[in-house]
T-cell receptor
């Protein structure tokens, strides 16, 4: 399985600011995903980060709020823009091959607190 | 639409006893089923998956899961629980008819008492 790292591991931010989260994989991967896990809850897919094209967002998530970059097959960023306390969550990067039988592997997560 | 349910928010088991964490699913095609574990302040770790074949799937840390098509269930089991098994467990499903996204259950917090 791929080794996935995320930066920062945690941050405390002020309302109205933006934070960019980085996801680095130790090998080239086809698919990269960004999830949100609100306190005590399950995971919700934000978007699929596509290499060389715009990310594919899930219902309820928009590019203006969560811009995503994927410049190559090993790296992606998620920005949480104009933050509010409701954005306080764990943000998780995951990777996979994109096939039906694929196992997704997850990074350690970024714990974001917005004051 | 695919969905997955974990009916128990919390499961409490004494160390050394067998444990079961329940999961039921709903998909339109063949199900691809997964279990993940999340330790405090950590990301999700893959435990095991069912794709096809033997209904009993063995995974990491001594865990296993049984696929039951008639009951649309994929319960996670371990014969003898350890205190270190205490964590949050997620069941997940993907509809095998296409390379669709994985849907996660709500999670079950497993607590093993010494």
């Amino acid at each position: 399985s791929a080794v996935i790292s995320q930066k920062p591991s945690r941050d405390i931010c002020q309302r109205g600011t933006s934070l960019t989260i980085q996801c680095q994989v130790d090998s080239q991967v086809t698919m990269m995903f960004w999830y949100r896990q609100q306190p005590g809850q399950s995971l919700t897919l934000i978007a699929t980060a596509n290499q060389g094209s715009e990310a594919t967002y899930e219902s309820g998530f928009v590019i203006d709020k969560f811009p995503i970059s994927r410049p190559n097959l090993t790296f992606s960023t998620l920005t949480v823009s104009n933050m509010s306390p409701e954005d306080s969550s764990i943000y998780l990067c995951s990777v996979g091959t994109g096939t039906n039988t694929d196992t997704q592997y997850f990074g350690p997560g970024t714990r974001l607190t917005v004051l | 639409a695919q969905s997955v349910a974990q009916p128990e928010d919390q499961v409490n088991v004494a160390e050394g006893n067998p444990l079961t964490v329940k999961c039921t699913y709903s998909v339109s095609g063949n199900p691809y089923l997964f279990w993940y574990v999340q330790y405090p302040n950590r990301g999700l770790q893959f435990l095991l998956k069912y794709i096809t074949g033997d209904n009993l799937v063995k995974g990491s840390y001594g865990f296993e899961a049984e696929f039951n098509k008639s009951q649309t269930s994929f319960h996670l089991k371990k014969p003898s629980a350890l205190v270190s098994d205490s964590a949050l467990y997620f069941c997940a499903v993907r509809d095998g008819s296409s390379a669709s996204k994985i849907i996660f259950g709500s999670g079950t917090r497993l607590s093993i008492r010494p």
